[in-house]
Structure formats: structure tokens, C-alpha cells
């Protein structure tokens, strides 16, 4: 089966505009979540969707981030306007039921924002 | 909320040493325990995981030990190749938040053949 795939893979940006990451997670897969690696640090939860419901949203840093995945398919996460402190590395994942919480996640590519 | 800590943050063995990563998490209520492995320039991909009913898990060369008491858990590489090189990160499921995984801070192994 194909991957989580992410697009694009890199991006670089100046402060004060607008980027917007894609993720396609694997066919059938309820669970999408959106994770984040800043400077070589722990990766760390953005956001959780059950097909195209949030789920839980606590590890949004602030409303310049929005996550949307319209008719419970890819998903896409907006940063506006993107601030130096948003480079990093996003990563998105997906996993199969909405009911079993181990089920495993699998991992996209990421992509690697920088912020100028 | 959950927190793992993850030491070493490097480990450097020789090929064929074995190599141990240690993690803690303060959740006593987790109850699922993946390891990733990032080679460079890819993605996370799971390697192994444990769950909280189990002690000890194998995979050829790769096992995972879980102390539920101390909260802590182990990956443990026996037989190290050069391809084992990577970052390696645990993670711990916070049960009662819902599905996140909660990463350590990683574990950059190199095998120096």
C-alpha cells in the first residue's frame, strides 16, 4: 500500500507570509494527526483528526495555525503569517481505526520549513 | 500531561557492540510504547513496539524491555551494522488524552564499522 505522502518537501519562506503543508495519509485511514520537530528537539502533537473531525488540537502553539481535512481525506495545515520560532520539520501520520488506540502511525516524509 | 525523557542523546558503538537506549515516562496509565527509527533524510518508521500487558519483546536483533513499575523502558540492539545508524525515538501513548504519541528527544546511534 502507498505511504503517508507530504508535499512539499521542503519550503522556504520570509516572516510574515503564508505556507500551507499537504498531507495525504494511507487509504482508509481514520486517524490523521500532524506532528512537529523544532530545532532538533523531541517531536512534538499538533493535532488529531477522526476522519474530518478534530479530535484534539492541544498541542496547537496559536491561531496563526489552521488544520483542516475536508471530507475526511488529506488534510492541510495552514501558518499565517509564519513567524521565525515555526521552522522545523512537520510530520503527518495516520493510522487505521478510530477505536483502538494503538494502533500503529505511520509516518510521512515531513516537511522541512524554514522561516526567514 | 505525559512526558518521556530519552538518554543517551548520541550513543556511539563499534560494529558489533550492542547498543541500549534508555527512555522514562511519568504517565503511569500509558499502555502502548512504539520506537521510530529516522535514517537521514526520511521518515519515522516504527521498528518495534510493547504493550503495557508484556514484559519483553524480540525481533531478531532488536528487542524492547518495559518496566511498568519504574516506568521505564529499553530498546536493546544486539550484533550492530552500520545500517542500524540513525536517530532513534520512543514514545509513549498518553492513554487517557487520546491517540498522540508523546516522543522522547531522540537518540542519534552511529555504528562505526
Known amino acids: 500500500e502507498a505511504g503517508v505522502t507530504q508535499f512539499p518537501s521542503h519550503s522556504v519562506i520570509e516572516k510574515g507570509q503564508t505556507v500551507t503543508l499537504r498531507c495525504d495519509p494511507i487509504s482508509g485511514h481514520d486517524n490523521l494527526y500532524w506532528y512537529r520537530r523544532v530545532m532538533g528537539k523531541e517531536i512534538k502533537f499538533l493535532l488529531h483528526f477522526v476522519k474530518e473531525s478534530k479530535q484534539d488540537e492541544s498541542g496547537m502553539p496559536n491561531n496563526r495555525f489552521l488544520a483542516e481535512r475536508t471530507g475526511g481525506t488529506y488534510s492541510t495545515l495552514k501558518v499565517q503569517p509564519a513567524e521565525l520560532e515555526d521552522s522545523g520539520v512537520y510530520f503527518c501520520?495516520?493510522?487505521?481505526?478510530?477505536?483502538?488506540?494503538?494502533?500503529?502511525?505511520?509516518f510521512g516524509p515531513g516537511t522541512r520549513l524554514t522561516v526567514l | 500531561g505525559e512526558n518521556v525523557e530519552q538518554h543517551p542523546s548520541t550513543l556511539s558503538v563499534q560494529e558489533g557492540d550492542s547498543a541500549v537506549i534508555k527512555c522514562t515516562y511519568s504517565?503511569?496509565?500509558?499502555?502502548?510504547f512504539p520506537w521510530y527509527k529516522q535514517e537521514l533524510g526520511k521518515r519515522p518508521q516504527l521498528i518495534i513496539d510493547i504493550r503495557s500487558n508484556v514484559g519483553e519483546k524480540k525481533d531478531q536483533r532488536i528487542a524492547v524491555t518495559l518496566n511498568k513499575t519504574a516506568k521505564h523502558f529499553s530498546l536493546h540492539i544486539t550484533e550492530t551494522q552500520p545500517e542500524d545508524s540513525a536517530v532513534y525515538f520512543c514514545a509513549a501513548i498518553q492513554y487517557n488524552a487520546g491517540n498522540m504519541l508523546t516522543f522522547g528527544g531522540g537518540t542519534r546511534l552511529m555504528v562505526k564499522p
Open positions: 504517565d503511569s496509565a500509558s499502555n502502548y
Open positions: 501520520a495516520s493510522s487505521r481505526s478510530s477505536r483502538a488506540s494503538t494502533d500503529t502511525q505511520y
